[in-house]
């Protein structure tokens, strides 16, 4: 029985924002041609991410300008409203974007814009498909092994693999990439429904509590998302991944209860993500590169997301382009050397944000971000 192969020069695993990113900066300016495979159906409820206006620059490069995007793709964002380290409230972006226009991205919006123009270009996208082996054979190109649910089982060869599988970094993990894990930080949260009627303005409330930390904010079409960030032991001694556990949690808070006071919650289990700060080091492997979360995950309080996973995506995009052409892994040592230094960069300006809080010294949450690079 003869074996399906599909021959492609770049292979990207993971479909958000950073794939569809070095996707684009690879069709646009590369004769390369682009594999993009997506394990999800791409039917979750994504959480819109708070952005500065600095994200049109990395559209532009990818050739979409702001009104290509459809209408309400980014809402404007008022009010963002911190109760860190005092009860008093102090108006604040982020620990990374203090001033300028801000908006609040429809994430659906975005993200099927971005898949859209990666087909438009000429690149193949396949969502509800899983890739289940990765071989590097001997002149350094891929065999990964590919599911799909409606289709047999094919092989895929590629000249590059490119690892966008957000902060799981799945593909690193199984190709022996090297990562190192700063902390153990978890989101427990839910979806909820404000209802219909309801005009609220586009907010984000943060608030600090013993265990950790709150994050609200108001989604499109009604939505609002509420996040408890706390440590997994934590999780698991509070048991936060029940309801029950979770809201009693949420009226002891003395701000984000009220957010929440009349809003439907879309489920009876709330998630329970990953959201730990951690690097991850692809250079000593040939032919492959880690982008977005995968590359290197931030805190979510440094709204970093969006942003570094669109700039990490272009900025491989484009050693992918030399290290093909002369045939070198000199190109993934610069983007390693680069990510570690911005890395560190951003692990004191975090440190120096979590010890803002002082009102809880002995909880194990607080103690824990109050040592050097923790």
Not at 214 to 236: G, R
Not at 291 to 318: L, N, R
């Amino acid at each position: 029985m003869n074996e399906n192969i599909y021959k492609i020069d770049v292979l990207i695993v993971g479909g958000g924002p950073a794939g569809t990113s070095a996707a684009l900066s690879l069709l646009t300016y590369s004769e390369h041609t682009v594999l993009l495979i997506e394990q999800s159906n791409l039917e979750q409820i994504r959480v819109g991410e708070h952005v500065s206006a600095s994200l049109f620059d990395l559209t532009n490069y990818l050739k979409i300008e702001k009104n290509d995007f459809e209408a309400g793709s980014f809402l404007p964002a008022y009010e963002n409203v911190s109760f860190w380290g005092s009860d008093l409230p102090t108006s604040v972006n982020s620990i990374y974007m203090t001033e300028g226009s801000t908006f609040q991205l429809d994430r659906e919006k975005f993200d099927f814009k971005l898949i859209e123009e990666v087909v438009d270009r000429g690149g193949t996208f396949l969502p509800r498909t899983k890739c289940t082996k990765f071989v590097q054979l001997e002149d350094k190109t891929w065999k990964v092994i590919v599911k799909h649910p409606d289709k047999e089982a094919f092989s895929v060869h590629a000249n590059y693999l490119v690892d966008a599988t957000g902060r799981n970094a799945t593909i690193c993990r199984q190709v022996g990439a090297s990562a190192k894990k700063m902390d153990a930080l978890m989101g427990v949260g839910f979806f909820f429904d404000l209802g219909e009627g309801t005009n609220l303005r586009q907010e984000q409330l943060l608030e600090t509590t013993e265990f950790g930390w709150w994050y609200v904010a108001q989604l499109p079409k009604n939505k609002v998302v509420a996040t408890f960030f706390t440590d997994a032991d934590i999780v698991s001694e509070q048991q936060l991944n029940q309801q029950a556990n979770w809201n009693a949690l949420l009226q002891q808070t003395k701000q984000v209860k009220y957010k929440l006071k009349g809003a439907s919650s879309l489920s009876s289990k709330p998630w329970v993500r990953n959201a730990a700060t951690q690097i991850s080091d692809s250079s000593t492997i040939d032919n492959f590169i880690a982008i977005g979360d995968a590359a290197a995950a931030f805190d979510p309080i440094s709204s970093m997301g969006i942003g570094f996973a669109m700039t990490s995506a272009c900025h491989a995009a484009k050693f992918i382009q030399e290290q093909l052409s002369a045939k070198t892994n000199e190109e993934s040592l610069v983007y390693q050397k680069s990510l570690f230094k911005n890395f560190e960069n951003y692990l004191s300006i975090r440190q120096q944000f979590y010890q803002k809080e002082k009102r809880w010294l002995s909880s194990p949450f607080w103690q824990r971000r109050n040592g050097a690079n923790n």
